[in-house]
T-cell receptor, first 112, second 113 residues
Framework: DTEVTQTPKHLVMGMTNKKSLKCEQH?????MYWYKQKAKKPPELMFV???????INESVPSRFSPECPNSSLLNLHLHALQPEDSALYLC???????????FGAGTRLSVL | AQSVTQPDIHITVSEGASLELRCNYS??????LFWYVQSPGQGLQLLLK??????LVQGIKGFEAEFKRSQSSFNLRKPSVHWSDAAEYFC???????????FGTGTRLLVSP
């Protein structure tokens, strides 16, 4: 089983809202990733957690706040987003850092 | 700089015809290489990977890819395309020690009846 589950599938939020995206895997993977994907573009790496510690932050604005409460769960907290943040947000996991990544189906985010 | 290039933005293939999607990489040493497929509004599914060894790699859904060091290429092939193969295909590379997956810009595959 190589399943990465993301919730919600769709999210609409205003610029003053606070919301969270959730990602879960039960494959025993110890690395988890957040990507942002705009239409007709490849995914762009945002954050990487390895053994529940933030390893990479690709200079993402502070209105995006990641959290890894345990080895199976990854959250992305959203606050005061801009319309240009509307995108597909993908979560991925791998057994360890720099191994094959398995992706979830994504959360389609619209910021009004 | 490390990069992955997919020269074809979109390709149209007749159902039942063969397919080849091109991918070139620019790295100091041979990276790990991957092909992912993405259906509209969906996540990425891994088709196949190359780490080392046999240069012809078999993947899921009848896809294969050939690694050619001399050409810095990792082209994806399928002998007979099905309508369900219509999707976006991404080639990606990861250099050991850099720990970051670098994607190409993608190739959109359209399948005509």
């Amino acid at each position: 089983d190589t399943e990465v589950t993301q919730t919600p599938k769709h999210l609409v939020m205003g610029m003053t809202n606070k919301k969270s995206l959730k990602c879960e895997q039960h494959m025993g993977h110890r690395a988890m990733y957040w990507y942002k994907q705009k239409a007709k573009k490849p995914p762009e790496l945002m954050f990487v957690y390895s053994y529940e510690k933030l390893s990479i932050n690709e200079s993402v604005p502070s209105r995006f706040s990641p959290e890894c409460p345990n080895s199976s769960l990854l959250n992305l907290h959203l606050h005061a987003l801009q319309p240009e943040d509307s995108a597909l947000y993908l979560c991925a996991s791998s057994l360890v850092f720099a191994d094959i990544q398995y992706f979830g189906a994504g959360t389609r985010l619209s910021v009004l | 700089a490390q990069s992955v290039t997919q020269p074809d933005i979109h390709i149209t293939v007749s159902e039942g015809a063969s397919l080849e999607l091109r991918c070139n990489y620019s790295y100091g040493a041979t990276p790990y290489l991957f092909w992912y497929v993405q259906s509209p509004g969906q996540g990425l599914q891994l088709l196949l990977k190359y780490f080392s060894g046999d240069t012809l790699v078999q993947g899921i859904k009848g896809f294969e890819a050939e690694f050619k060091r001399s050409q810095s290429s990792f082209n994806l092939r399928k002998p007979s395309v099905h309508w369900s193969d219509a999707a976006e295909y991404f080639c990606a590379a990861e250099a050991t020690g850099f720990q970051k997956l670098v994607f190409g810009t993608g190739t959109r595959l359209l399948v005509s009846p």
